[in-house]
C-alpha cells in the first residue's frame, strides 16, 4: 500500500455531514427570501382599511412576512 492510498480513500469517502446541512440551509435562506418578497408584495397590494381590518399598519409589513411581528 503506498502512503497516499488513504487520502484517496478520504477524497472517495462519504461528504461531511456540514456540506449537506449548509447546502440544505443555503436552500432554506432563499425559499424563506422569497416568500417573504410575496407576502410583502401580497400585503402592499391591500388597502389602509383591509390592513386595519386584520390588524396590522403599512409600517408593520416587513416584520410580518419575515415571521417577526408579535402583537
Known amino acids: 500500500m ?3 492510498s ?3 480513500f478520504l477524497i ?3 461528504p461531511p455531514v456540514y456540506v449537506d446541512s449548509s447546502l440544505s440551509n443555503m436552500f432554506q ?3 424563506d427570501y422569497f416568500q417573504a418578497r410575496a407576502t410583502m408584495r401580497q400585503l ?3 388597502t389602509d382599511r383591509e ?3 386584520i390588524g396590522i399598519t403599512r409600517a408593520d ?3 410580518v ?3 417577526e411581528f408579535h402583537r
Open 2 to 4: 503506498t502512503p497516499y
Open 6 to 8: 488513504s487520502k484517496i
Open 12 to 14: 472517495n469517502s462519504q
Open 29 to 31: 435562506t432563499a425559499r
Open 44 to 46: 402592499n397590494e391591500l
Open 51 to 53: 390592513l386595519t381590518d
Open 61 to 63: 409589513i416587513p416584520a
Open 65 to 67: 412576512a419575515k415571521g
